[in-house]
Protein backbone atom coordinates (compact mmCIF):
# COMPACT_ATOMS: atom_id res chain seq x y z
CA UNK A 1 0.00 0.00 0.00
CA UNK A 2 2.50 2.67 1.30
CA UNK A 3 4.68 1.38 -2.09
CA UNK A 4 1.79 2.12 -4.02
CA UNK A 5 1.20 5.45 -2.86
CA UNK A 6 4.85 6.52 -2.92
CA UNK A 7 5.34 5.05 -6.38
CA UNK A 8 2.52 7.18 -7.55
CA UNK A 9 2.74 9.27 -10.83
CA UNK A 10 1.11 12.04 -8.46
CA UNK A 11 3.58 12.29 -6.14
CA UNK A 12 6.65 11.79 -8.13
CA UNK A 13 8.76 14.23 -10.30
CA UNK A 14 7.41 16.66 -12.14
CA UNK A 15 3.56 16.80 -10.17
CA UNK A 16 5.21 16.78 -6.83
CA UNK A 17 7.10 19.68 -8.02
CA UNK A 18 4.07 21.59 -9.02
CA UNK A 19 2.14 20.05 -5.89
CA UNK A 20 4.82 21.79 -3.75
CA UNK A 21 4.89 24.89 -6.18
CA UNK A 22 1.21 25.03 -6.01
CA UNK A 23 1.39 25.20 -2.29
CA UNK A 24 4.13 27.66 -1.46
CA UNK A 25 3.30 29.85 -4.25
CA UNK A 26 -0.51 29.84 -2.22
CA UNK A 27 0.94 30.66 0.91
CA UNK A 28 3.01 33.40 -0.39
CA UNK A 29 0.62 35.28 -2.38
CA UNK A 30 -2.18 35.27 0.61
CA UNK A 31 0.42 36.76 2.60
CA UNK A 32 1.59 39.32 -0.33
CA UNK A 33 -2.09 40.37 -0.26
CA UNK A 34 -2.17 41.67 3.68
CA UNK A 35 0.95 43.58 3.12
CA UNK A 36 1.52 46.96 1.50
CA UNK A 37 5.20 46.56 -0.28
CA UNK A 38 5.29 50.71 -0.35
CA UNK A 39 6.29 50.20 3.24
CA UNK A 40 10.31 48.90 3.26
CA UNK A 41 9.23 46.90 6.47
CA UNK A 42 6.96 45.28 4.62
CA UNK A 43 9.08 43.65 1.63
CA UNK A 44 11.56 43.29 4.75
CA UNK A 45 9.21 40.84 6.29
CA UNK A 46 8.47 39.10 2.65
CA UNK A 47 12.33 38.56 2.20
CA UNK A 48 11.72 36.26 5.90
CA UNK A 49 8.42 34.93 5.07
CA UNK A 50 9.99 33.30 1.91
CA UNK A 51 13.05 32.16 3.26
CA UNK A 52 10.81 30.73 6.28
CA UNK A 53 9.12 28.65 3.44
CA UNK A 54 12.39 27.59 2.02
CA UNK A 55 14.94 26.22 4.75
CA UNK A 56 12.62 23.56 5.56
CA UNK A 57 12.95 22.16 1.62
CA UNK A 58 17.16 22.67 2.00
CA UNK A 59 17.29 21.13 5.19
CA UNK A 60 15.71 18.10 4.14
CA UNK A 61 18.07 17.79 1.06
CA UNK A 62 21.38 17.87 3.07
CA UNK A 63 19.82 14.87 5.39
CA UNK A 64 18.22 12.74 2.42
CA UNK A 65 20.96 10.12 2.04
CA UNK A 66 21.92 9.79 5.55
CA UNK A 67 18.04 9.68 6.40
CA UNK A 68 17.84 6.96 3.39
CA UNK A 69 21.11 4.93 4.90
CA UNK A 70 19.56 4.85 8.24
CA UNK A 71 16.63 4.07 7.91
CA UNK A 72 16.46 2.38 4.73
CA UNK A 73 12.08 2.28 3.85
CA UNK A 74 10.18 2.98 0.83
CA UNK A 75 9.54 6.87 2.61
CA UNK A 76 13.18 7.47 2.36
CA UNK A 77 13.80 6.22 -1.11
CA UNK A 78 10.59 8.28 -2.08
CA UNK A 79 12.39 11.44 -0.92
CA UNK A 80 16.04 10.02 -2.40
CA UNK A 81 14.34 9.54 -5.33
CA UNK A 82 12.64 13.20 -5.23
CA UNK A 83 15.57 15.10 -4.12
CA UNK A 84 16.00 16.97 -6.98
CA UNK A 85 12.40 18.36 -6.95
CA UNK A 86 12.60 18.91 -3.70
CA UNK A 87 15.99 21.16 -4.49
CA UNK A 88 13.75 22.91 -6.99
CA UNK A 89 11.06 23.53 -4.74
CA UNK A 90 13.97 25.39 -2.38
CA UNK A 91 14.89 27.42 -5.82
CA UNK A 92 11.42 28.58 -6.34
CA UNK A 93 10.92 29.91 -2.58
CA UNK A 94 14.15 31.18 -2.66
CA UNK A 95 13.43 32.97 -6.06
CA UNK A 96 10.74 34.98 -3.69
CA UNK A 97 12.95 35.99 -1.65
CA UNK A 98 15.54 37.23 -4.29
CA UNK A 99 12.35 39.22 -5.50
CA UNK A 100 11.94 40.76 -2.77
CA UNK A 101 15.67 41.67 -2.29
CA UNK A 102 15.69 43.15 -5.47
CA UNK A 103 12.26 45.21 -5.07
CA UNK A 104 13.88 46.69 -1.71
CA UNK A 105 17.26 47.41 -2.41
CA UNK A 106 15.22 49.14 -6.04
CA UNK A 107 12.79 50.85 -4.59
CA UNK A 108 13.93 51.74 -0.92
CA UNK A 109 17.40 51.91 -1.64
CA UNK A 110 17.86 54.33 0.90
CA UNK A 111 16.46 51.90 3.74
CA UNK A 112 18.43 49.28 1.97
CA UNK A 113 21.79 50.75 2.12
CA UNK A 114 20.65 52.11 5.71
CA UNK A 115 19.35 49.00 7.65
CA UNK A 116 19.97 46.35 5.78
CA UNK A 117 23.45 46.37 3.59
CA UNK A 118 26.29 44.58 5.34
CA UNK A 119 29.29 43.90 3.15
CA UNK A 120 29.70 40.43 4.60
CA UNK A 121 26.12 39.50 4.50
CA UNK A 122 26.02 40.70 1.44
CA UNK A 123 29.20 38.16 -0.13
CA UNK A 124 27.42 35.73 2.28
CA UNK A 125 23.93 35.97 0.15
CA UNK A 126 25.26 36.63 -3.30
CA UNK A 127 27.69 33.83 -3.62
CA UNK A 128 24.35 31.49 -2.24
CA UNK A 129 22.31 32.66 -4.86
CA UNK A 130 25.50 32.23 -7.52
CA UNK A 131 25.58 28.52 -5.76
CA UNK A 132 21.52 28.01 -6.32
CA UNK A 133 21.56 29.34 -9.84
CA UNK A 134 24.61 27.21 -10.70
CA UNK A 135 23.14 24.37 -9.36
CA UNK A 136 19.31 25.26 -10.48
CA UNK A 137 20.76 25.15 -14.19
CA UNK A 138 22.96 21.89 -14.19
CA UNK A 139 19.85 20.36 -12.65
CA UNK A 140 18.91 19.80 -15.82
CA UNK A 141 20.22 17.92 -18.91
CA UNK A 142 21.02 20.19 -21.18
CA UNK A 143 23.84 21.74 -18.59
CA UNK A 144 24.28 19.16 -16.66
CA UNK A 145 26.27 17.19 -19.62
CA UNK A 146 28.33 20.47 -19.66
CA UNK A 147 30.18 19.36 -16.34
CA UNK A 148 32.31 15.97 -15.46
CA UNK A 149 30.06 13.85 -13.21
CA UNK A 150 33.06 14.98 -10.53
CA UNK A 151 32.54 18.54 -11.31
CA UNK A 152 28.50 18.00 -11.15
CA UNK A 153 28.78 16.30 -7.66
CA UNK A 154 31.61 19.19 -6.58
CA UNK A 155 29.09 21.70 -7.11
CA UNK A 156 26.32 19.91 -6.21
CA UNK A 157 27.73 18.77 -2.84
CA UNK A 158 28.73 22.10 -2.22
CA UNK A 159 26.40 24.03 -2.88
CA UNK A 160 24.22 22.14 -0.44
CA UNK A 161 26.50 22.82 2.33
CA UNK A 162 26.81 26.62 1.60
CA UNK A 163 22.88 27.02 1.25
CA UNK A 164 22.90 24.27 4.40
CA UNK A 165 24.84 26.83 6.10
CA UNK A 166 23.83 30.03 5.86
CA UNK A 167 20.32 29.28 7.37
CA UNK A 168 21.11 27.30 9.84
CA UNK A 169 24.31 30.12 11.20
CA UNK A 170 21.14 32.68 10.93
CA UNK A 171 19.08 30.87 13.17
CA UNK A 172 22.13 29.83 15.70
CA UNK A 173 22.86 33.37 16.22
CA UNK A 174 19.20 33.90 16.47
CA UNK A 175 18.96 31.69 19.24
CA UNK A 176 22.08 32.03 21.47
CA UNK A 177 22.89 35.31 20.59
CA UNK A 178 19.97 37.56 19.86
CA UNK A 179 18.12 35.11 22.23
CA UNK A 180 15.09 36.18 20.29
CA UNK A 181 13.25 33.01 21.99
CA UNK A 182 11.00 32.80 19.10
CA UNK A 183 9.77 29.12 18.37
CA UNK A 184 10.61 29.37 14.72
CA UNK A 185 14.42 29.75 15.30
CA UNK A 186 14.42 27.38 17.44
CA UNK A 187 12.61 25.09 15.50
CA UNK A 188 14.74 25.57 12.67
CA UNK A 189 18.28 25.67 14.36
CA UNK A 190 16.85 22.31 15.63
CA UNK A 191 16.12 21.25 12.01
CA UNK A 192 19.20 22.55 10.52
CA UNK A 193 21.86 21.00 13.26
CA UNK A 194 20.00 17.31 13.16
CA UNK A 195 20.46 17.36 9.46
CA UNK A 196 24.01 17.00 9.50
CA UNK A 197 24.19 15.51 12.47
CA UNK A 198 22.57 12.95 10.94
CA UNK A 199 25.35 12.78 7.50
CA UNK A 200 27.96 12.36 10.30
CA UNK A 201 26.21 10.03 12.30
CA UNK A 202 25.03 8.16 8.79
CA UNK A 203 29.18 8.07 7.77
CA UNK A 204 29.95 6.59 10.90
CA UNK A 205 27.29 3.70 10.53
CA UNK A 206 28.83 3.50 7.12
CA UNK A 207 32.10 2.50 8.02
CA UNK A 208 31.78 0.77 11.10
CA UNK A 209 32.00 -3.32 10.83
CA UNK A 210 29.87 -5.67 13.09
CA UNK A 211 30.70 -6.71 15.56
CA UNK A 212 30.99 -3.67 17.82
CA UNK A 213 33.12 -4.10 20.69
CA UNK A 214 33.62 -1.21 23.54
CA UNK A 215 37.31 -0.26 23.77
CA UNK A 216 38.79 3.32 25.25
CA UNK A 217 39.09 4.89 21.64
CA UNK A 218 34.92 3.89 21.46
CA UNK A 219 34.35 5.49 24.94
CA UNK A 220 36.30 8.47 24.38
CA UNK A 221 34.91 9.29 21.13
CA UNK A 222 30.85 8.96 22.64
CA UNK A 223 31.94 10.91 25.10
CA UNK A 224 33.57 13.76 22.86
CA UNK A 225 29.79 13.02 20.73
CA UNK A 226 27.91 13.61 23.53
CA UNK A 227 29.96 17.08 24.31
CA UNK A 228 29.00 18.16 21.13
CA UNK A 229 25.43 17.38 21.82
CA UNK A 230 25.87 19.96 24.99
CA UNK A 231 27.79 22.18 23.18
CA UNK A 232 25.06 22.43 20.50
CA UNK A 233 22.28 23.41 23.48
CA UNK A 234 24.34 25.96 25.56
CA UNK A 235 25.49 28.30 22.58
CA UNK A 236 24.84 30.98 24.72
CA UNK A 237 26.97 29.90 27.76
CA UNK A 238 30.07 29.32 25.45
CA UNK A 239 29.86 32.08 22.69
CA UNK A 240 31.17 35.37 24.12
CA UNK A 241 34.30 33.85 25.36
CA UNK A 242 34.71 31.52 22.35
CA UNK A 243 33.85 34.85 19.79
CA UNK A 244 36.61 36.59 21.82
CA UNK A 245 39.14 34.24 21.59
CA UNK A 246 39.09 33.94 18.10
CA UNK A 247 38.70 37.17 17.01
CA UNK A 248 41.24 39.00 19.25
CA UNK A 249 44.00 39.13 16.80
CA UNK A 250 43.89 41.83 14.48
CA UNK A 251 43.84 39.30 11.11
CA UNK A 252 40.98 37.22 12.54
CA UNK A 253 38.72 40.28 12.93
CA UNK A 254 39.33 41.72 9.60
CA UNK A 255 38.46 38.43 8.25
CA UNK A 256 35.24 38.31 10.08
CA UNK A 257 34.59 41.51 8.21
CA UNK A 258 33.67 39.93 4.49
CA UNK A 259 34.60 36.31 5.36
CA UNK A 260 31.56 34.25 5.19
CA UNK A 261 30.89 32.34 8.40
CA UNK A 262 34.10 32.93 9.62
CA UNK A 263 35.11 32.32 12.69
CA UNK A 264 32.14 29.58 12.16
CA UNK A 265 31.10 29.51 15.93
CA UNK A 266 27.80 27.93 14.70
CA UNK A 267 29.28 25.06 13.25
CA UNK A 268 31.72 24.00 16.33
CA UNK A 269 29.46 21.43 17.97
CA UNK A 270 29.20 19.67 14.36
CA UNK A 271 32.75 19.66 14.29
CA UNK A 272 32.95 18.28 17.51
CA UNK A 273 30.62 15.77 16.69
CA UNK A 274 32.40 14.62 13.40
CA UNK A 275 35.62 14.45 15.69
CA UNK A 276 33.73 11.75 18.30
CA UNK A 277 33.06 10.18 15.46
CA UNK A 278 36.37 10.17 14.22
CA UNK A 279 37.67 8.71 17.19
CA UNK A 280 35.13 6.91 17.98
CA UNK A 281 35.48 4.41 14.58
CA UNK A 282 39.24 4.00 15.34
CA UNK A 283 40.86 1.32 13.63
CA UNK A 284 37.69 0.48 11.68
CA UNK A 285 37.55 3.52 9.99
CA UNK A 286 41.30 3.24 9.15
CA UNK A 287 40.63 -0.14 7.84
CA UNK A 288 37.78 0.44 5.95
CA UNK A 289 39.15 3.57 4.18
CA UNK A 290 42.21 2.12 3.04
CA UNK A 291 40.31 -0.77 1.25
CA UNK A 292 37.35 0.38 -0.22
CA UNK A 293 35.87 -2.48 -1.36
CA UNK A 294 34.91 -2.84 2.21
CA UNK A 295 33.33 0.74 2.20
C1 LIG B 1 22.49 39.01 -1.55
C2 LIG B 1 21.68 38.06 -1.09
C3 LIG B 1 20.84 38.20 0.13
C4 LIG B 1 20.37 39.33 0.75
C5 LIG B 1 20.61 40.80 0.39
C6 LIG B 1 19.56 38.88 1.87
C7 LIG B 1 18.86 39.74 2.71
C8 LIG B 1 18.07 39.33 3.74
C9 LIG B 1 17.27 40.19 4.55
C10 LIG B 1 17.10 41.70 4.34
C11 LIG B 1 16.66 39.45 5.49
C12 LIG B 1 15.67 39.93 6.55
C13 LIG B 1 16.47 40.35 7.76
C14 LIG B 1 15.61 40.95 8.82
O1 LIG B 1 14.83 41.87 8.54
O2 LIG B 1 15.73 40.48 9.98
C15 LIG B 1 17.11 38.10 5.30
C16 LIG B 1 16.76 37.04 6.10
C17 LIG B 1 17.21 35.75 5.89
N1 LIG B 1 17.93 35.28 4.83
FE1 LIG B 1 18.71 36.38 3.33
N2 LIG B 1 19.56 37.51 1.90
C18 LIG B 1 20.34 37.04 0.88
C19 LIG B 1 20.58 35.74 0.55
C20 LIG B 1 20.22 34.64 1.33
C21 LIG B 1 20.55 33.28 1.04
C22 LIG B 1 21.32 32.75 -0.17
C23 LIG B 1 20.06 32.52 2.05
C24 LIG B 1 20.18 31.02 2.16
C25 LIG B 1 19.20 30.22 2.38
C26 LIG B 1 19.40 33.43 2.98
C27 LIG B 1 18.80 33.07 4.17
C28 LIG B 1 18.17 33.95 5.02
C29 LIG B 1 17.57 33.54 6.30
C30 LIG B 1 17.59 32.14 6.88
C31 LIG B 1 16.97 34.67 6.83
C32 LIG B 1 16.18 34.77 8.15
C33 LIG B 1 14.71 34.62 7.90
C34 LIG B 1 13.95 34.63 9.22
O3 LIG B 1 13.98 35.68 9.90
O4 LIG B 1 13.36 33.61 9.56
N3 LIG B 1 19.50 34.70 2.48
N4 LIG B 1 17.94 38.05 4.22
Given at each position: MAKRLFRSKWLNEWILFALLAIFINSFMIMKLLTLDLASPHAVAEMIQYSVRWAVPFIFLVTATSALFKLFPNEGFLWLLRNRRYVGLSFAMAMAWQGAFIFIVSSTHSEHYYAEIYLLRDELEGSSGYLLLAAMTLTSFGFFRRRLTPQQWTFLHRAGVYFLWAYPFSVYWWNV???????WWDISFYGLGFAAFALRIIAWGQLMTAPPIHWSLHRMIGTGVMVGAFILAASGHLWQPLVSGTLLRPAWSSELELW?????FEPFIPLFMLGVGMRIRLGRTYRQRHLTPELA
Open positions: FYYQTQHLPFWP
